[in-house]
Structures are given as structure tokens and as C-alpha cells.
């Protein structure tokens, strides 16, 4: 497209005129034609213009630096509150620091995010199951009670069940007195 109004006519050049005079006094298309007329010509000054983009992009710069800052902060402070719940969790359960490693390892192997569950995990896994009985130690002998115990029950299913619970508590009667 040609840039000269040369084989214009006058009527068409008072069009040009208007329609730019229209757009440059207009608020709603005043900041856009300005845009444009610097797009196609960037080397021209339109204090506008060059003003508004030069105070954007300082406030791009201020936005990114304080964006970076609180990341930081935010990071510094998740750091702290992981080493204050982990020097809890150290404190509560007695733990040395090599006890704390390996409450971490356990964190990752286990995938528990939290260092008192993590913790009382490992607290557990240290701990020596106690010993059960078995028919080779002498354990208590139960006995379950006769057919004349139950015959009162037959038919009445409540009478059946505080039958059990009688006989169930005497069971571990006789267990707590050995």
C-alpha cells in the first residue's frame, strides 16, 4: 500500500483527515490508534505512549522481583516449620540425630509425609514383639463347659448370649488368677 496521498482526491484525503481526527479524539480509540500509528512508524515519539510502556515495564520488573522475594520468604519459612516440627518430633520421642535419619528414610521408603507418624513407625518397628503363649510353655488350658450348661439356651438365642458372657467371664477370671 502506498504511503502518499498523491492521486487522492481532495475529498478522499478530507476522509482520511476526519477518520484519523475521529480516531485521535476519541477515548475509546485513541490509546489503540496511537498503538498502531507506533507499530507502523517505531521510531516516532508518542510521549503517550512511550511513557505508559516505559512505566508497564518497570512495574514488570518490580512485579518479577517481588514474585521472586516471596517465593523466598515462602520457601524460608516452610524450611523453618519443617525443622521446628522435626525438632519436636526429636524432643518427643528422645530421638538422636542418627535416629532422625532414619526417621527421614523411613519418610521416603514408606512415603509418610509427616515426621511423627514417620516417627512412631519406626518407634514400632524397633520395639521386640512380647511373647506370646504357646501350648509348649504352659499356657492356661480353657476348657469350654458341658452340654448342661448350654441345654438351658437351646431355643432362646438371648439366653444363649448371656450364657457366653457368663462362661467368657469366667474364663478370663480363671486366666487373671494364673
Given at each position: 500500500m502506498s504511503q502518499?496521498?498523491?492521486g487522492l482526491t481532495v475529498d478522499q484525503v478530507y476522509g482520511f483527515a476526519n477518520l484519523t481526527n475521529t480516531l485521535v479524539n476519541s477515548p475509546e480509540t485513541r490509546e489503540q490508534f496511537l498503538n498502531l500509528v507506533k507499530i507502523a512508524n517505531p521510531g516516532l515519539v508518542?510521549?503517550?505512549?512511550?511513557?505508559?510502556?516505559?512505566?508497564?515495564?518497570?512495574?514488570n520488573q518490580e512485579r518479577k522481583a517481588r514474585l521472586a522475594l516471596e517465593a523466598r520468604i515462602q520457601e524460608r519459612e516452610i524450611r523453618e516449620g519443617i525443622e521446628r516440627k522435626k525438632t519436636e518430633v526429636q524432643s518427643k520421642f528422645g530421638f538422636s540425630s542418627g535416629d532422625m535419619a532414619e526417621v527421614e528414610k523411613v519418610m521416603l521408603d514408606e512415603q509418610i509425609p509427616?515426621?511423627?507418624?514417620?516417627?512412631?513407625?519406626?518407634?514400632?518397628s524397633r520395639q521386640v514383639a512380647e511373647k506370646?503363649?504357646?501350648?509348649?510353655?504352659g499356657s492356661p488350658q480353657v476348657t469350654m463347659p458341658d452340654a448342661s450348661v448350654w441345654k438351658r439356651g437351646f431355643g432362646d438365642g438371648s439366653a444363649l448370649k448371656q450364657i457366653a458372657l457368663d462362661e467368657a467371664y469366667?474364663?478370663?477370671s480363671e486366666i487373671g488368677s494364673n
Amino acid at each position: 500500500m502506498s504511503q502518499s496521498l498523491e492521486g487522492l482526491t481532495v475529498d478522499q484525503v478530507y476522509g482520511f483527515a476526519n477518520l484519523t481526527n475521529t480516531l485521535v479524539n476519541s477515548p475509546e480509540t485513541r490509546e489503540q490508534f496511537l498503538n498502531l500509528v507506533k507499530i507502523a512508524n517505531p521510531g516516532l515519539v508518542v510521549p503517550e505512549i512511550d511513557a505508559k510502556n516505559q512505566v508497564l515495564a518497570e512495574l514488570n520488573q518490580e512485579r518479577k522481583a517481588r514474585l521472586a522475594l516471596e517465593a523466598r520468604i515462602q520457601e524460608r519459612e516452610i524450611r523453618e516449620g519443617i525443622e521446628r516440627k522435626k525438632t519436636e518430633v526429636q524432643s518427643k520421642f528422645g530421638f538422636s540425630s542418627g535416629d532422625m535419619a532414619e526417621v527421614e528414610k523411613v519418610m521416603l521408603d514408606e512415603q509418610i509425609p509427616n515426621y511423627e507418624t514417620a516417627a512412631k513407625y519406626l518407634k514400632a518397628s524397633r520395639q521386640v514383639a512380647e511373647k506370646s503363649y504357646n501350648h509348649t510353655s504352659g499356657s492356661p488350658q480353657v476348657t469350654m463347659p458341658d452340654a448342661s450348661v448350654w441345654k438351658r439356651g437351646f431355643g432362646d438365642g438371648s439366653a444363649l448370649k448371656q450364657i457366653a458372657l457368663d462362661e467368657a467371664y469366667k474364663a478370663f477370671s480363671e486366666i487373671g488368677s494364673n
